[in-house]
């Protein structure tokens, strides 16, 4: 009887490691950490299109949503609509800003087209206008 109370104890010890752990390093965590100490986290799944990727940058939370096409070899994704979550929370962004998350978008898929919907939209265009 005692042997198989500690061997319960044993798996249970197991099982409480093992949740820690996937909590630990479970990314949504890891976003909402980045977001609320206003750094740049970047959570996307690859491999999954239809899943909608994350982005945290200076406090604001962006989501954009990949669409399937072809580039000159494979199939690809060729566009991704970004829009901001909170449009309170934009204030004090500039141009700059929306280049750098530009770039670190292109770094993960290549072949995207970028297209950002209202208001940061016409704030990128306007901002094009006067450089």
Known sequence: MALLLRALIFIALLILIYAVIKYILNPKRKLELAHEKKNFFFMDEPK???????????????????????????????????????????????????SFLEHEIERHYPHADIQWKSPIKEFISRAGKYD
């Open 48 to 98: 999954n299109v239809r899943k909608n990727l994350l982005i945290t940058y200076k406090g604001v939370m962006f989501e954009g949503e990949k669409f399937l096409g072809t580039t000159e070899r494979a199939f690809d994704v060729v566009t991704i609509s970004l829009w901001v979550k909170n449009k309170d929370k934009l204030q004090g962004l500039e141009l700059a800003d929306f």
